[in-house]
C-alpha cells in the first residue's frame, strides 16, 4: 500500500485536517451570510427609494391581464420582509381584527375613507404604489391588500402587496 500525501497517518493529522476543513466551511458560511446582508441592504434601499415610473404600471397591468385570462383574481405583484416595515408587520398582521370597543357611527364615517393604519409602516417605496391604486386602480374595480404571506418560527416573514378583483361582472 503505497501513502498518497506527505503526511503520516496519525490521529494528529486527521484532526488538523478536521480542523482545518471546519475552519475553511465556516469562513464560507460567513461569507455568504455577509453577501446575504448585502443583498438584502441593498433591496432594502432600493424599496425605500422606490419611484412608480409609467413602465413599472404597464407591466403591473399586463401581468394583471394575463392573470385575469388565467382566471385568477389576485396577482401578487411585490413581496419584502416584514422588518422592513417600522412595526415588523404587526400592524399589517392585525388588520381588519375587530377593534376592541365598537365605533360609534361618526368614527366608522371618518375610519371608512381614511387610509389604512399599515400604510404608515410600509417601506417608504411603497406609498406611490398605494396612491396609484388609490386614484386609477380602485375607481377602476380593484382592489389592494397587504398581507403576511409566510410566519417562519412563528413570527411575521414576507410581506406580500396583491391587487384583486372580481371573478365575473355579478361579484362587482
Known sequence: MSE???APFSVATLLAERNARRRSEKEAEEQLARRKDEERAEFRKRLENFQLTPEHIDTVKQRIRR????????????????????????????????PIVAPSEEEKRRLKDADPEWLATLPRGARPVYEFWKSKMKPAGFQL???????????PGDVGMFFSWPKDAVET
Open 145 to 155: 391588500s397587504v398581507r403576511i404571506i409566510n410566519y417562519p418560527g412563528g413570527k
Open 67 to 98: 392573470a385575469f385570462e388565467r382566471g385568477e383574481t389576485e396577482l401578487m405583484f411585490a413581496s419584502f420582509p416584514s422588518d422592513f416595515c417600522t412595526d415588523g408587520g404587526r400592524a399589517i398582521g392585525n388588520a381588519g381584527a375587530p
Open 4 to 6: 498518497a500525501t506527505s
